[in-house]
């Protein structure tokens, strides 16, 4: 595979949304989602999140489970992975409170249409051999000017060139955080591999779905998803992690 690995890590209603008929910052998963989620992020060498949904929340995820903080260690990571916001404009409030996290930080620029376009409702550890992701230089900005309180930035024309230069970049594993236009863009294009979803004991209604009405998912990407984890979490939550060969 000459691309990364994206796993898309979501916690949902029973159906199917992702915050309440008003609208604003998801607030669903309890303490079995952030169990799960900060696996996954353990697992991952970045994440992606929509520019929106960073907006909204203000912060990105971080892993604080001490045991996963060593094991990141062992492996020769950082303890937290590279946090990639995926943007048009590259444009973020410098007063967000994700420019003062201890973690790295990553822009990407995408003008793919597909991710431009789509409607915002919501904006094994690693082997030790792989390169360190700290160590890792980044490519030009064909042209554009660099950001602020990003020391990584990529500015690609479509998902392909991007995942091909994030790939390239020794990131192997990525972790998709939201919001719905970036996961709908993603399907899009028959890019995620891997469904984890935590079922959160709420009904909520609205329009808020992490699959729009008018979300298009390539024919591809429609089946042949394998149930490969489940697992029942605290607070009546229900992992469900779903992977396509």
């Keep these: 595979m000459n691309r990364p690995q994206l796993r898309l890590v979501l916690a949902i209603s029973l159906d199917g949304r992702l915050a309440a008929a008003e609208g604003g910052a998801a607030q669903l998963g309890g303490a079995g989602d952030r169990q799960v989620l900060e696996e996954a992020l353990a697992w991952a060498d970045a994440v992606l999140v929509g520019a929106q949904t960073l907006r909204l929340h203000g912060s990105s995820c971080l892993i604080h489970r001490p045991e996963l903080l060593t094991q990141r260690s062992a492996a020769g990571l950082a303890p937290q992975p590279l946090a990639i ?140 998803w394998r149930l490969v984890e489940q697992r029942a979490l605290a607070g009546e939550e229900l992992l469900l992690r779903y992977r396509r060969d």
């Design 85 to 224: 916001v995926v943007s048009r404009s590259g444009l973020l409030p410098a007063t967000l409170p994700f420019f003062q996290q201890p973690l790295q930080r990553g822009l990407l620029r995408l003008d793919a249409p597909a991710f431009v376009a789509a409607p915002t409702s919501l904006e094994r550890a690693r082997q030790p051999e792989r390169p360190r992701q700290r160590s890792l230089p980044s490519p030009p900005l064909q042209g554009r000017a660099a950001s602020p309180g990003f020391a990584r930035q990529w500015a690609c024309p479509d998902w392909s060139s991007a995942l091909a230069q994030l790939a390239a970049a020794g990131l192997g594993r990525l972790v998709v955080l939201g919001g719905a236009s970036l996961a709908t863009s993603l399907l899009a294009e028959n890019l995620l591999d891997e469904l984890q979803l935590t079922l959160c004991p709420r009904l909520l209604g609205g329009p808020h779905s992490w699959l729009g009405p008018t979300a298009r998912v390539a024919g591809a990407s429609q089946g042949g």
